[in-house]
């Protein structure tokens, strides 16, 4: 396994520069696998409900969003319509995710992307002292304070999963 440098992903950068705490952890990514959140979990030997997955989601008025969701959940798209008051929501197109967050599928963090975008947190995460989220790379994972995430995405914690 190579090392990473601390500072690789956008993700990681800020987090330093606001000197917010957390926790860096590796593991060494398969490319055959295809539920990249339950490969963190088993690599990592972390209960997958602590480790939560960033989906972009395209609004009814074509406005992306992002959702956190625990990887061993599925998430409601009309509960997420439901929390960004929209008519409706749709997984965002691949292009449009990575354009937007500047990450690839697998490895796109809720930190660091290029544009901000409205973001929810399942509720789920207020019921752990700290979550997993990708650091903006496959096979690495930030480990953080479920309201620290909340406070620098300027999320809320809403009930989106099924």
């Not at 929390?83 to 197109?93: E, G, I, L, V």
């Not at 992307?113 to 997993?132: G, M, N």
């Amino acid at each position: 396994m190579h090392l990473i440098k601390d500072d690789m992903t956008p993700a990681i950068n800020l987090l330093k520069k606001k000197k917010i705490p957390y926790v860096l952890h590796q593991y060494q990514h398969d490319p055959s696998v295809q539920s990249y959140g339950k490969e963190a979990a088993e690599a990592l030997g972390v209960d997958a409900n602590r480790i939560y997955k960033t989906l972009v989601v395209t609004l009814a008025d074509k406005t992306l969003a992002v959702t956190i969701i625990p990887v061993n959940q599925t998430m409601n798209l009309k509960k997420v319509a439901k929390a960004f008051k929209s008519k409706k929501a749709q997984m965002a197109a691949t292009n449009d995710v990575l354009r937007s967050t500047g990450y690839i599928l697998g490895g796109v963090s809720p930190l660091g992307q290029r544009k901000r975008l409205k973001t929810v947190i399942d509720e789920s995460a207020q019921k752990h002292k700290s979550i997993f989220i990708s650091a903006g790379q496959r096979g690495l994972e930030l480990e953080l304070f479920p309201l620290i995430l909340a406070e620098l995405t300027q999320a809320s914690f809403v009930a989106i999963c099924q």
